[in-house]
């Protein structure tokens, strides 16, 4: 958060300082474009004021990227990684007790999917997709001696990650891990808005910027 106040106030920098721009390069297109007119002080200001709107649009929401399956079903963003351990003996009990300590609370499984098929997000090369049944607050994924362990946040009934980034490329053509356990939690659904209706937030404030103008001229 304190890269876009640092974006929304420091508005009169000429050439643009790029190293304010770091904390939101893995943002989507929209918000960097937003970014780099607020920073440029030769853009129309009545631009600057809309793209300022969507700065706090996108700030206030997140990251609300999301993946898209074949078929064109959303999955939501990318879910929290949490901890992840090698050699640990596979099995209902030793599972739960390792996850309960890595969240810091009592959690039971709520289902398991073995094998682990799972989907490659569309235009990405890792990015997977695992159908979830249960809706958990948590899930883990495992496969030869590694666990992993997610909180499951943008869409509660896919799980979703980067799997180059814990396990190896052979997975990415067999398209399955060796289980997936759900475990309960009371997981809280983020809702992900759109581009369109971030957009039209701005728009909104540009008009409530003007307005504002208009009164006090």
Not at 163 to 184: R, W
């Amino acid at each position: 958060m304190a890269q876009f106040l640092l974006l929304t106030f420091d508005i009169r920098k000429n050439p643009i300082d790029w190293k304010l721009m770091d904390g939101v390069a893995d943002k989507p297109l929209p918000l960097m474009v937003a970014a780099i007119a607020v920073l440029h002080e030769d853009i129309n200001m009545n631009f600057k004021q809309l793209a300022l709107a969507m700065v706090f649009c996108f700030g206030a929401s997140g990251n609300a990227f999301a993946y898209v399956i074949s078929g064109g079903t959303d999955v939501g963003g990318l879910d929290t990684y949490l901890g992840s351990t090698m050699g640990m003996v596979s099995g209902e009990s030793t599972e739960t007790s390792w996850a309960s300590g890595i969240v810091g609370t009592t959690l039971s499984i709520s289902g398991k999917t073995d094998p682990a098929a799972f989907l490659i997000a569309e235009g990405t090369d890792s990015i997977v997709a695992f159908q979830l049944y249960t809706a958990p607050g948590y899930f883990l994924v495992k496969d030869s001696r590694k666990h992993v362990l997610f909180k499951n946040e943008a869409n509660v009934d896919w799980g979703v990650f980067d799997l180059l980034a814990y396990f190896g490329t052979n997975k990415l053509s067999e398209l399955s891990l060796s289980h997936l356990t759900e475990f309960n939690g009371n997981p809280v659904k983020v809702t992900e808005p759109g581009t369109l209706a971030l957009l039209g937030l701005g728009i909104l404030g540009l008009v409530t910027a003007r307005s504002k103008s208009k009164r006090n001229s």
